[in-house]
């Protein structure tokens, strides 16, 4: 894993593939710099909204190019802990992105999203190209 990687979230990854800018581009970069990462929710996301199967296979081939990370035990006990510390503050998110959160605060990587509710977890480093 390279110090200067970045995880990209699906939503960003949509935009890649719509080719919507300025996003295409940056992710277009840092694919061929081989700084961006992507977990197997991230994965799951994408394929799950597959029409057809050549878009599947567009898709399964773009994600054999991305490096991964994936959640060990550990990192699932720490998503749960932390998803548990933001209900008890009153913000509510989907446990596949408190996933993503702890594995960019865990490998210390900043977060590549259009969702603005990762702003609310405390520590994480958004990405902006």
Do not use: C
């Not at 277009?28 to 994965?43: F, N, P, Q, S």
């Not at 050549?54 to 060990?72: A, C, V």
């Not at 210390?108 to 603005?116: G, R």
């Amino acid at each position: 894993m390279t110090k200067d990687g970045i995880i990209v979230d699906t939503s960003v990854l949509i935009d890649f593939l719509k080719n919507t800018e300025p996003n295409s581009t940056a992710v277009e970069g840092l694919i061929t710099a081989k700084r961006l990462y992507i977990t197997g929710i991230i994965m799951a996301e994408l394929l799950q909204g597959v029409r057809n199967e050549k878009e599947e296979l567009y898709i399964s081939t773009l994600i054999d190019g991305i490096n991964s990370i994936e959640l060990t035990n550990d990192l699932w006990l720490k998503a749960g802990k932390l998803s548990y510390s933001l209900r008890k503050k009153g913000i509510n998110l989907p446990l596949t992105d408190v996933a993503i959160a702890t594995i960019a605060l865990e490998y210390n990587l900043p977060l590549f999203t259009l969702d603005k509710h990762f702003e609310s977890i405390p520590g994480i480093s958004l990405y902006k190209p």
